[in-house]
């Protein structure tokens, strides 16, 4: 029996090549988004488009629906949707703050809620959930884009304890930077909320960063008398294996870190204290210090 695979975000770059591979495995992939005619070069493949918006609950309960009418079930869903909003604290508005919370956290829970009845009854299933490194390591003027996959985090390892019992599987796609456009567009966010405010200078730095690294630049910066680059930004199609492996493995692990430098920033932010790892960031940042 072909594994039946909803996809979030399919509509470009991650998701829309981890629903390629999918069904190339041999999958009945539903390839799920807002703006269809994108996907319909996915067709030709046997992947299936389905409009979907997670911040609205009747497209995402239609969604599902519609899957459940043609197959009669839902062996693998795929969170991937994501949205990211880069700006001070202070300067992001609670409506763009309750935007990103609705894409990238209450979005991807109403999906989680729409199918669990339905693989509870089946007696398996797989939920696959996009975090980042975002959700474990904290970069200055990101804090709202990390509130969200945090959260993801947290639900992710709550559903993988409560759902074991029932035969589903949780896992999470952990990457660092990805050589999509996602840096590009954070970047603009970060300077359209902050030109003109008290943390314009720092912000600006900041975002041209992430734009020569999001463009294919290598940005340097020095620390100890020494010059790194730790933009080793991770090819989309990586994490689309990531996804197929999680998706398709007998045993799948809770988590699939990706990137060189993911590994390395968890870790040294775990082992420093708090001063020296707030130091290392201010100056990879390229934010002086007062």
């Known amino acids: ?49 389905v409009r979907l918006d997670v911040c609205d609950e009747a497209s995402m ?34 409506a763009e703050a309750r935007r990103q919370l609705e894409v990238n956290v209450f979005g991807l829970a109403a999906m989680c809620r729409l199918v669990i009845p ?74 359209d909320s902050s030109v003109g405010t008290a943390y314009e200078e720092a912000a600006l730095a900041e975002a041209d960063l992430m734009n020569k690294a999001y463009s294919g630049k290598t940005p340097r910066f020095k620390i100890f008398n020494s010059q790194f680059s730790i933009f080793n930004l991770t090819n989309p199609t990586a994490v689309a294996r990531a996804i197929e492996r999680a998706a398709l493995s007998r045993r799948p692990r809770a988590r699939y870190r990706l990137g060189r430098f993911s590994t390395v920033a968890v870790w040294t932010h775990r082992l420093l204290p708090a001063r ?7 100056r990879f940042a390229r934010i002086r210090l007062k």
């Open 276 to 282: 020296w790892w707030d130091k290392l960031l201010l």
């Open 118 to 191: 339905v693989m509870r009854k089946q007696g398996s299933g797989r939920i696959v959930n996009t975090s980042s490194i975002a959700g474990l390591v904290v970069l200055p003027f990101g804090g709202w884009y990390h509130v969200s996959k945090y959260s993801v985090e947290a639900l992710s390892d709550a559903l993988r304890m409560e759902l074991r019992p029932f035969g589903i599987d949780v896992s999470m796609i952990e990457p660092g930077g990805i050589k999509t456009d996602w840096g590009i567009i954070a970047a603009d966010h970060l300077r």
């Open 61 to 94: 309960r239609q969604c599902v629906d519609t899957v459940l009418q043609a197959e009669g079930r839902i062996d693998v869903l795929v969170n991937n949707a994501g949205y990211g909003y880069f700006g001070a604290v202070e300067n992001v508005s609670d």
């Open 1 to 49: 029996m072909k594994k039946v695979v909803l996809i979030t975000g399919a509509s470009s770059g991650i998701g829309y090549e981890a629903a390629q591979r999918l069904a190339r495995r041999g999958c009945k992939v539903y390839a799920a988004a807002r703006r269809v005619e994108l996907m319909e070069p996915l067709c030709k493949e046997g992947i299936v488009p």
